[in-house]
Every structure is written in C-alpha cells, then in structure tokens.
C-alpha cells in the first residue's frame, strides 16, 4: 500500500504516516507533485485517466501523484513522470512553476521542457489510457467542456499567469550540472542576511535568475503603500506562507522571523560588508532612485533620505552582527557563506553560474 508522510500547515513532518486509504485529518497534510511536459511548439502534454480509476475516470489530466515516505518533491515528479509515460528527465531539467496549499496536500507544479512523440510514450497499464499534445487555447477549451479532470483544471487556472509567462520565455538551458558525488548537497532554500546596503536584493535577484528559484523579497511583505508597515501577524502569515514553499531565496534580516527561517532552510548567505560601505551604498541609493520604489519593494514605496534608517546602520554591527554569527554556529547541516566585500560576491556569482544549486559553504559548520 502507498504511505505517505505526513506535514504540518508550514510544512514542516509530523513523523506521522498514512496510507492512502486512510482518513485524512484535519491539520495534516501529504505532498503532491505535479509534472507539466510542454514540447517545443508549446503544447502541453495530457494523459487519459484510465476508465477504471475510482476518480474523474476518463478525464484528461497532467502527470502527478503523491510523495512516498521519504521521498523528496523533484525525485517524485520524475518518478511520476517515468512511471505515467515513459519520459525520462533530470531533477535539474524540472522548473518549480509554484507550490500552493490545499484542504489536505500541498501542491507543487513542476514545468520540463521535453519533446516527445505521441507514439514513443509508454502508457502505464491501469492508470493511463491514451496521451496527446494540446495547445494552451485547446486546455482551455477541454477543460471548459469537462473533459480534463476538475481539481487539474481548477489548479490550471490558478496558475494560468505564470504559465503563460513560461511558454512566452524560450526553451530553459540547464542551469547547472547534476550532482557529482555523495556530499555535493543541492541549494534549495537560501536565506541571505547582512547590513542593508550591503546589496542582499541585488544577489537574490542574480543567484535567483542562475540557480531558477523563485526570489521572497521581505521588504516587500512588510511595507504596504505610503511606507506603511502591515501588522505583525499579517507579515508573520505571509512569510510562513513563503517558507512552506519547497524552494525559495529570501532577502531580508527581519529578527521576529529569522531563528525560523535560519532553522528551515539549506543555505545561508550573510554578507558582512563594512558599516561606511553600506551607508555609501544606500546614499548612492537615494540619489540614482529618488522618489522611485526599488525593485525588491512594493509599487507605493519609493526611494527617500531617511537619516534614521542611516543611524540603524551605523549601529547594525553592534546591535546585530553577534546575533547572526551566533545563530550560524548553531546550525547543523547547513552551508553557511560569509562574504566581505564586493570581489568576493561577484567570485561567488563566478562560482553558482558554474556549479549551481551544488555552491560550497566557505563558514564553518556548527555541532554535529
């Protein structure tokens, strides 16, 4: 029988498992995966359920199923994907579109580029009947006429934006090379910490764009229009819903929620510029973007002198910097990199544009 592990609503295991027969409990959670196959004409692939199938038999549908117990979200699209088709792709072939919470299961939707005839592909006996390619307009139409499964087509919509955007881009070069060996371990979840002005949001946008993970600007789930700050548990809500994701990069100090974020990721980053080199940095700031929100913030937000903001980096190294480091050392299992000036972040850019998500930590590790 298929077991599951079982999650809380952040994600997070509950070292519970259950079959999938089982009752599900309110306030527990699966995971499912999800493996969209879109060809180079940007049609989308589609699987007929086979009539025997308790649910939607004999409705369309994208490749997918659930996690098994120890298993991780891109090893279980690609199993899905093998299993339901005969299609073989890497873990780094796949593109994480979104994931999103549903009443039992997380949802994460992976996008691979692959062209494959209709006749090579492999029908697995019992769950797939039939395939074809279908363009963007006709999943639409089908799915307005009920031939594609309702909870897939329902996710489809939801989606549809960021869909459109993909299939826009062209075809998605690997970004960085399978694993090589034992002890090479994959980046997934980045926090990257340090003095404002030191240029967090402008290595989360590089490393984001190389390593194709989805970049979490804080700034930008703080401060509503007017530089009006959202309430605490409106910003906790929003970040923990970011941080269930299975991939992110984060930018942002933000010390209510940075022990969390610190304990639920893979990667740190922390960038320990000099305080004058900061202050220079954010003046130049101001100046270039006067009255224009930056980037990594909210429309409604722009760029101003704020000498109290100047103060709090002045004092960052005394009120912060200890903390930080003392968070580090107590991390287990996690690359931490610490980089002090700006040839040593634009060496490490060098370094993730060769070895991707596999970057090495250059801090020492905490306890074992």
Same mark, same amino acid.
């Given at each position: ?9 952040? /994600?997070? #295991? ?20 999800? =493996? ?28 997918? *199923? $659930? ?20 299609? /073989?792709? +890497? ?57 594609? =499964? #309702? ?12 869909? %459109? ?48 993970? #989805? ?10 229009? *007017?530089?009006? +700050?959202? #309430? ?9 819903? %970011? ?56 429309? *409604? ?20 910097? $200890? ?46």
């Amino acid at each position: 029988m298929e077991v599951w592990d079982l999650f809380d609503e952040n /994600r997070q #295991p509950l070292g519970k498992q259950a079959g999938r027969k089982d009752p599900m409990v309110k306030g527990e959670f699966h995971i499912v995966v999800v =493996a969209c196959v879109v060809n180079d004409q940007n049609e989308i692939l589609l699987t007929l359920r086979s009539p025997d199938k308790e649910k939607y038999p004999g409705t369309w549908e994208n490749t997918g *199923g $659930a996690l098994e117990a120890g298993e991780e979200s891109r090893a279980a699209a690609v199993r899905e994907l093998f299993e339901e088709t005969g299609i /073989r792709v +890497r873990e780094n072939e796949l593109h994480l579109l979104d994931s999103q919470m549903e009443e039992y299961a997380f949802i994460d939707f992976y996008i691979v580029r692959k062209t494959v005839p209709v006749e090579e592909i492999r029908l697995q006996k019992g769950e797939t009947a039939d395939a074809r390619w279908v363009s963007l307009s006709e999943f639409v139409r089908m799915g307005e006429e009920g031939k594609i =499964a #309702p909870p897939i087509y329902q996710r489809f919509c939801r989606l549809r934006e960021k869909m %459109e955007v993909f299939l826009k881009e062209d075809r998605r070069k690997e970004r960085y090379p399978a694993c090589r060996g034992k002890n090479r371990q994959e980046s997934k979840k980045i926090v990257i910490l340090g003095c404002s002005g030191s240029g967090k949001s402008t290595l989360a946008g590089q490393l984001g764009k190389i390593m194709d993970l #989805p970049v979490v600007y804080l700034d930008a789930l703080s401060w509503d229009a *007017g530089w009006k +700050r959202k #309430p605490f548990d409106e910003f906790d809500r929003l970040t923990q819903s %970011e941080i269930r994701k299975p991939e992110w990069i984060m930018d942002g100090n933000f010390p209510r929620t940075v022990e969390h974020r610190m304990d639920v990721c893979d990667t740190v980053i922390y960038l320990d510029f000099k305080r004058w080199f900061c202050i220079l940095s954010v003046l130049r700031r101001v100046i270039t973007n006067y009255g224009k929100p930056r980037p990594s913030m909210n429309p *409604g937000c722009p760029e101003k002198f704020d000498p109290g903001f100047l103060k709090r980096i002045w004092n960052f190294d005394r009120r912060s910097k $200890a903390h930080y480091y003392g968070y580090m050392k107590k991390l287990s299992g996690t690359k931490l990199i610490v980089l002090k000036t700006r040839k040593e972040v634009n060496r490490f850019v060098k370094q993730v544009e060769k070895e991707g998500r596999f970057v090495r930590g250059n801090f020492p590790a905490g306890p074992k």
